[in-house]
């Protein structure tokens, strides 16, 4: 009984913590946002001819050679893993961008199985979780480690960014994923994104 007690508990926190982590990681990035990791993002060039320019990120920082290797999967209702918080520094679901703006992206990762910040975070198009972006995580985040209450999560901060003409014109959705590349395993963050891209 005590066990139930204590899960019960555990859920109802988590519920309360999704809302506070939510607010919070918004209105941190609607004011100074931390610098872009450019170090895997997408190809800002498309081939000659192409009129819908493919998304391309070198995947073996991820430890895979193919995207089938990776196992996608979304958390269960209980387990918080992230957030993605923001595009373009908007909290909003709905963003408009420009084929020639820069889309920057942010949030913050964990794996609350091994009680650690993600070590990456990938960032997909719907069709065949196509990766767009991978974006290291290791940015402050003392919120996140205060609101869970582990100083383990103090550095489970993520950002990225890539020029908009490697994206589809037209509504494109956007969705983050903690990955454990011990397992393989992309697990789908908090929040999908979505982006019209115009010319």
Not at 59 to 74: A, H, M, N
Request: net charge positive; with cysteine.
């Amino acid at each position: 009984m005590l066990n139930r007690a204590k899960f019960l508990g555990v859920v109802t926190g988590l519920a309360v913590l999704v809302a506070a982590c939510s607010d919070s990681t918004r209105s941190a990035t609607n004011t100074n946002p931390p610098p872009a990791d450019n170090a895997a993002n997408v190809s800002t060039t498309a081939p000659a001819g192409q009129k819908k320019p493919t998304p391309a990120t070198d995947i073996s920082s991820l430890g895979v050679k193919d995207v089938s290797e990776i196992k996608f999967q979304t958390p269960p209702p209980a387990v918080l893993n992230g957030f993605f918080d923001a595009v373009n520094n908007s909290g909003a679901l709905k963003h408009n961008v420009s084929k020639n703006g820069t889309v920057t992206l942010t949030g913050w990762a964990i794996i609350p199985e091994k009680t650690k910040a993600a070590e990456k975070v990938i960032i997909t198009l719907p069709d065949s979780n196509q990766i767009v972006a991978i974006a290291n995580v290791k940015l402050a985040r003392p919120d996140v480690a205060k609101a869970i209450k582990n100083p383990s999560y103090k550095n489970s901060g993520w950002t990225t960014a890539f020029k908009a003409d490697s994206l589809p014109t037209g509504r494109v959705i956007l969705r983050a994923w903690t990955y454990d590349p011990t397992t393989k395993t992309a697990t789908q963050l908090k929040n999908i994104h979505e982006l019209t891209v115009s010319e």
